[in-house]
């Protein structure tokens, strides 16, 4: 599926370069295949991704990634709430499906 972070899906959402990559916000054990179905991923260049220092990409900074994953929370819970729930709910059925909560 579409990333449902950004309709510019053509440039890096950190720096506006030309898009290299799909960022998942969401991975790990059996989580990236949800993400990709949900489509919670960004758009990014390789460098924002996994090629430049580690404090300018979001792969190995550890803040980065945290940082990360709440946005897809927080992305895919606005999706639910959207489509009707309430964000109590929302944010049970989030944890449901990752069986974790990072907010
Ligand atoms: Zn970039
Ligand atoms: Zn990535």
Redesign the pocket.
């Known amino acids: 599926m579409k990333g449902i972070v950004t309709e510019y899906n053509d440039i890096c959402l950190f720096c506006g370069k030309p898009t290299e990559?799909?960022?998942?916000l969401i991975?790990g054990k059996g989580l990236r295949a949800l993400a990709e179905k949900d489509g919670l991923?960004i758009p990014?260049c390789n460098d924002c991704?996994?090629i430049g220092d580690v404090l300018e990409r979001?792969?190995d900074n550890p803040m980065a990634e945290k940082l990360?994953k709440m946005m897809g929370q927080l992305a895919w819970e606005k999706r639910a709430v959207v489509n009707g729930m309430t964000e109590e709910e929302a944010r049970e059925a989030f944890r449901i499906r990752y069986n974790k909560s990072w907010l």
């Open positions: 990559a799909q960022h998942h991975y991923k990014c991704h996994n979001i792969h990360s």
